[in-house]
């Protein structure tokens, strides 16, 4: 099933939670909602399941207009982050739960229901606890059951809110795997919301990046990280390196240190921010005449295969992350203090006052 939002607003008093947002999901894939909290994201989440109204805006579901349809009607399964699952109920009653309320007429028989949950519980990699209770399980294990049963009465669209939000990192990391690899078998149109970066990109297809209401930018996820649509985009998926100045006919002067800026040829003398991440900067010993920019290293965190480094400015004490790896580190043999000098791989320039 195919989702569209046209146009929809959302206020809550003064607060504008959704301005205007028009989005396409494809039909199939796994989409993720990505921002800070409060951007929006698990509102517009509501407003597609039809836990919320839009004040103004259409959802359409393979093209079916769905804004007045009820939440039984839409053929949805949602996953919350607190797992909601009935303390009193089995592990198999919880997933059987949603067969049993069917309505008479389209509800199955009990054999079915048994085989249907089986099934299931074998799907989520878990049918050795059918006899177990909610609170006998680990916080991965609950949520996956709450995966079960949320897709136990065959949704058409599967709707995630921050799914893994309140699991430690390494069971969140191996449950994005598993949720990735349990789509790829299913193919259920999914969106989830996150203001994870590294979960977003890792397990979508597309990405929605969302900020105060708005949406910044979709697409996939190497495009949006790297060609981002606007400053807030940069600073958000990872960390940047932001260096102030003006720009001037393809050239940005930050502080005496010139950065190219070919895309504003026909910039005259504007403010503008050149972005460069940690691991896009090149790290040398400082020579005399040597063209960069001049630091001292003040502190180095050389564990696993990438060294981070902290970098002092000569000219205004700012600081500047670089990563490089482990053995370039080693080759370099740095020393806290040492005096390097620093280049850009790449860069993207931002005219106007931007702030993150």
């Known amino acids: 099933m195919s989702i569209e939002v046209r146009n929809i607003h959302k206020q809550f008093g003064n607060f504008v939670a959704l301005n205007d947002v028009s989005l396409h999901f494809p039909a199939g894939q796994l989409t993720a909602l990505l921002g800070p909290s409060g951007c929006g994201k698990t509102t517009l989440l509501r ?27 839409r053929q949805v399964g949602f996953v919350f982050q607190h797992y909601v ?87 969140r990391k191996e449950l994005r795997r598993w949720l990735r690899r349990l789509h790829d078998e299913l193919h259920v149109t999914s969106i989830f919301v996150t203001h994870d970066q590294e979960e977003a990109l890792e397990v979508a297809d597309q990405i929605v990046l969302m900020n105060k209401g708005n949406v910044e930018q979709v697409g996939a996820p190497k495009d949006v990280y790297n060609h981002p649509a606007s400053p807030f985009v940069y600073g958000f998926l990872g960390n940047v390196n932001l260096f102030h100045g003006r720009v001037h006919e393809g050239v940005l ?27 896009d900067l090149e790290v040398d010993r400082y020579t005399t005449g040597a063209q960069g920019i001049v630091v001292q290293l003040k502190r180095a965190h050389a564990i696993g295969p990438l060294a981070q480094l902290e970098l ?17 580190f080693a080759q370099l043999k740095l020393k806290d203090g040492e005096t390097l000098i620093v280049r850009p791989k790449r860069l993207h320039v931002f005219v106007e006052d931007y702030s993150i």
């Open 47 to 73: 407003i597609i399941a039809g836990l919320e109204q839009a004040d103004q805006g259409q959802v359409l579901l393979d093209g079916a207009d769905a804004s007045a349809r009820h939440v039984r009607e």
């Open 85 to 171: 699952l009935f303390k009193h109920m089995t592990v198999f009653e919880n997933i059987a739960f949603g067969l049993r309320v069917k309505p008479r007429n389209v509800r199955p028989n009990a054999a079915q229901i048994r085989d249907k949950v089986r099934q299931l519980l074998e799907l989520v990699q878990l049918d050795w606890l059918a006899d177990r209770y909610p609170p006998q399980l680990s916080g991965g294990q609950r949520q996956r059951i709450a995966l079960a049963r949320a897709l136990a009465v065959e949704p058409r669209v599967l709707l995630l809110d921050e799914p893994f939000g309140a699991l430690d990192a390494k069971v």
């Open 253 to 279: 002067d930050a502080g005496g240190v010139a950065f190219d800026a070919p895309e504003h040829a026909q910039t005259q003398d504007a403010k503008g921010i050149a972005y460069v991440r940690p691991h």
């Open 312 to 328: 002092e400015r000569d000219d205004n004490a700012e600081i500047i992350e670089a990563v490089i790896s482990n053995e370039r």
